[in-house]
């Protein structure tokens, strides 16, 4: 079985986001990026199911500028096969990057697609979804647990109050969720494997999808700060505070 | 035209959140339509018929929809949408899970988690972890969003029921099955309705310290909920985590413990009334959005609170 595998290069999760002084979006010039954490957890899934026997080969996609090929070599020396870049420099919107993906799997024909739930720049919470709904492929989102079953897939999903288990017909959209696995680092030998690994370069052209966005940014701006308020110094004066102060309990 | 909403109920409830995200539709100057779902539901049915502003009850009363699944749903979505303009949802992990997939269908971009609607083509969303906020307009003729409910108040339920429609779709897909659900189960509030929230970080050390949090909790009627560090330290299961890959909430009082106040953590909670810190490093990031900061090791502090309540 082919595993295909989406990443999204985003700015990294631990840098402090600024928002441009004119409101057209965040600054990302001479930030540091780093693969979305969502699809670490994604490309870690796919090589375990690799080392269990259960696939063959990983295929990984990333669509954006040029840099995303970094991305890319990131995922293959974590441990996966050979990545396909589509070039693309402008904002592209969740329901076109699932239009590329789905063409690539009319191509690829994986038996299993593992993307992240969402991407920690946009926060969509979308691609997944949208790619099985244009495949009809069954989805298992925000997945903390897979386990393939013959030609299906059982999936424990993170839900609000609790968990639920599905089980979907393969070929399936999996979505990771934080506890689905902890992501490993690329060895060095590997980084230096992934090198000779290859990444097959497209545009959406290729696949004969429009990516006109849907979608106007109109402005944006910083939230509103909130203020720090007092320090108080024991229980009892916090405790008064909150009943004759905020009067909230 | 008009816009559909979809409504989720469990245990004989509409769902808080439901109604609480409702509330936008009223923004879009349309008609409003709910759906809802499942059979031997006749009480939630009316409690759904009663939401002020909703003007008719589409009741898909089907067996196979008595659990949520984003294939069936979709298509029974689908197979009516030519009436709507509008499609919405709560941001619950059902609403996220469903209406991208209905976006996709529709050949539309989805808006996501919304907190507020400028005019009826944009809207207004958080992006990075709420670090930013963005103004959107859509050019899609069909809309699909996704409301985050704590961004507004819960509809009233008065009104005089409205009429109601039963549907039963035909063609249900048939590539996914509902196995089971394991919710976890507690006394205390649900994290995302719970006026009061005490929530713990790393400073915990480990799971059996949260009872010392479950204690207060039970004086204050509060839930329990905790950094995304105490759900990777394994103190806690995710469904308690508080920030932008868990919930998000916004009580009327939020006790942070022994969190120190990750970017991660601020976004989830930060739109809270009262928010009060606990934490032995006065460098916390978290004390510069707290109402009421408290300086002091948790365990001897937490105790105290609980006798002092």
Known sequence: MKILVPIKRVIDPYVSIRVKSDNTGVETDNVKMSMNPFCEIAVEEAIRLKEAGKAEE??????GNQSCQETIRTALAMGADRGIHVLIDQTVEPLSIAKILSKIIDEEKPGLVISGKQAIDGDNNQTGQMLAALTDMPQGTFASKIEIDGDKIQVTREIDGGLQT??????????????????????????MKAKKKPIDQK???????????????LKVIEPPKRQAGIKVENISELVEKLKNEAGVI | ???????????????????????????????????????????????ASKI???????????????????????????????????????????????????????DVSQISEIIGVESNDTFIRTIYAGNAIATVQSSDAKKVLTIRPTAYKVADTSDTGCEVEKINPENIPNISEYISEELTKSDRPELTSAKIIISGGRGMQNGENFELLDKVAAKLGAAVGASRAAVDAGFVPNDYQVGQTGKVVAPELYIAVGISGAIQHLAGMKDSKVIVAINKDEEAPIFDIADYGLVADLFQVLPELEGAI
């Open chain 2, 1 to 47: 035209m008009t816009t559909l909403f979809f409504i989720e109920h469990a245990n004989g409830k509409v769902s808080d959140q439901s109604l609480k995200a409702i509330s936008a539709t009223r923004d879009l100057g349309e008609e409003v339509h709910g759906m809802i779902a499942g059979t031997a539901i006749d009480s939630v049915v009316e409690e």
């Open chain 1, 203 to 217: 545009t959406p052209d290729d696949y004969g999808i429009d990516i006109t966005p849907r979608l106007k940014t």
């Open chain 2, 52 to 106: 002020s502003g909703v003007s008719k009850i589409i009741h898909i009363e089907n067996d196979e929809y008595n659990n949520i699944l984003a294939e069936k749903l979709t298509s029974a979505i689908i197979n009516i949408s030519d009436n709507y303009n509008y499609f919405c949802a709560a941001a619950t992990t059902t609403g996220k899970n469903v209406m991208p997939r209905v976006a996709a269908k529709l």
């Open chain 1, 166 to 191: 599905v089980k979907l017909n393969m070929p399936a959209i999996i979505t990771t969720d934080l506890r689905l696995n902890e992501p490993r680092y690329a060895s060095l030998p590997n980084i």
């Open chain 1, 58 to 63: 990983i295929v990984i996609v990333s669509v």
